[in-house]
Structure formats: C-alpha cells, structure tokens
C-alpha cells in the first residue's frame, strides 16, 4: 500500500523554524516527484514546494521563497521540509503529496499524506 | 500563475440529486485538469485526472468532462458520504494552482 506519513509539526513562534518530515512506503520513491501543499485554517489548498526524484530540482511558491527548502533523503524514503524565518500567516496543514504523471505531461497528486498542523503563535 | 475560478463555492442537494461544478482556467490548460474530494478533518482524495479519468476506486456516478478552460464535474445520484468539499486543480504549468473549492452540503 502506497502511504505519505508527515510529521514535525507543532506550535512555533514567529520567527522560528521547524523542519517537517514525510516518510513515504509501498512505491519506488526516488522515481517519484513529492509536492508539499498546505491548507490554512477553514482555507483551500495552495501549493508550497516541489522536489524531483533525484533531489536536483527545487521550486517554491513565491510566499515562501527563501524562507522555505525542501529536500530529499531517497535512502530513507523521506522528504523534508525546513521552515525558517515563520509567519503567522504560514499557519495550515501541511501535506506531503506524491506527483503521479502521466503518459502526455500530465500530472496529478496522489496520494496525500494525512496532514500535520503547523501553528506559527507567541 | 493560472488562476482556478470553481463555482459555486456552495451548494444544497439531496440524496439522489445530481450535482454540477464548475472549474474555469484563467488560460487554456488543455485537460490538465484533476479534481480532489476532501472530507472535514481528512486529506483531499484524488477522484478524476486529466479532466475526465476517474481514479481508480472511485464511484462511477462521479465524472467529469471539459477542455482548454471551462470544466465540469458531475456527481449522479449523490449519496451521503458525497457531502463534502471539492476542489479543481491545473497541473499545466507551475506553479500548480487549485480552485477555491465547493462545498456540496444536504439540503
């Protein structure tokens, strides 16, 4: 069974970093591009970062550019998410997501992972 | 960035109803378009991919239709555990951009 298990999230002051983990099983992971995607409370979905398969590209959404780094320990079947410099605003739930593609350069997410809740407060 | 407009961003319907959302690109995105459920509390599922291929495992009376910038998905005979929010999402270019969702609530 494919399975995203995230974890690493918490309560953090404003300023502060965190770093999130998302240990994937069941699929041949480094084949695989992973996406991080978040939800601010009662929000939709924005998408957060990306990482290809062998961990040479990265890419951020402009909000967290600079802030934010994704990486990959394919030995370990687990991607990353380091968090500096946190804002309030960067408060959601975090999900860690594998990109499936497709024949015709298409894609889709899947699966999700079950989430984990980032709260940047004082 | 491409911008996903879905409407309405609610509904009512009733058990057995049928059900219409819609998703439209800011741009054409030819049919790279999936859509995702996602109950309270729990991660979204993926249901159609490349605007009209249904996830395996999901219902048949889901589906979904469109291309370029205007798409659709339908639910049939709606049944209880259909209430929930649905999203639209492009993976045309990056960065990939969603829909503001639907909430598909029992009248």
């Known amino acids: 069974e494919v399975q995203l298990v995230e974890s690493g999230g918490g309560l953090v002051p404003p300023g502060g970093s965190l770093r999130l983990s998302c240990a994937a099983s069941g699929f041949i992971f480094s084949d695989f591009w992973m996406h991080w995607v978040r939800q601010a409370p009662g929000k939709g979905l924005m998408w957060v970062s990306r990482?290809?398969?062998?961990?040479?590209?990265?890419d951020y959404a402009d909000s967290v550019k600079g802030r934010f780094a994704i990486s990959r320990d394919n030995a370990k079947s687990t991607v990353y998410l380091q968090m500096n410099s946190l804002r309030a605003e960067d408060t959601a739930i975090y999900y860690c997501?594998?990109?499936?593609?497709?024949?015709?350069?298409?894609?889709?997410?899947?699966?999700w992972g079950q989430g984990t809740l980032i709260t940047v407060s004082s | 960035d491409i911008q996903m407009t879905q409407s309405p961003s609610s509904l009512s319907a009733s058990v057995g109803g049928t059900v219409t959302i819609t998703c439209r690109a800011s741009q054409s995105i030819h049919n790279y378009l999936n859509w995702y459920q996602q109950k309270p509390g729990k991660a979204p599922k993926l249901l159609i991919y490349?605007?009209?291929s249904l996830q395996v495992g999901v219902p048949s009376r889901f589906s979904g239709s469109g291309s370029g910038t205007d798409f659709t998905l339908t639910i049939n005979s709606l049944q209880p555990e259909d209430f929930a929010t649905y999203y639209c999402?492009?993976?045309?270019?990056?960065?990939?951009?969603f829909g503001g969702g639907t909430k598909v609530q029992i009248k």
């Open positions: 990482i290809n398969g062998d961990g040479t590209y990265t």
């Open positions: 997501v594998r990109l499936q593609l497709g024949e015709f350069g298409d894609s889709w997410l899947d699966p």
């Open positions: 999402q492009q993976s045309y270019s990056s960065p990939l951009t």
């Open positions: 490349v605007a009209s």
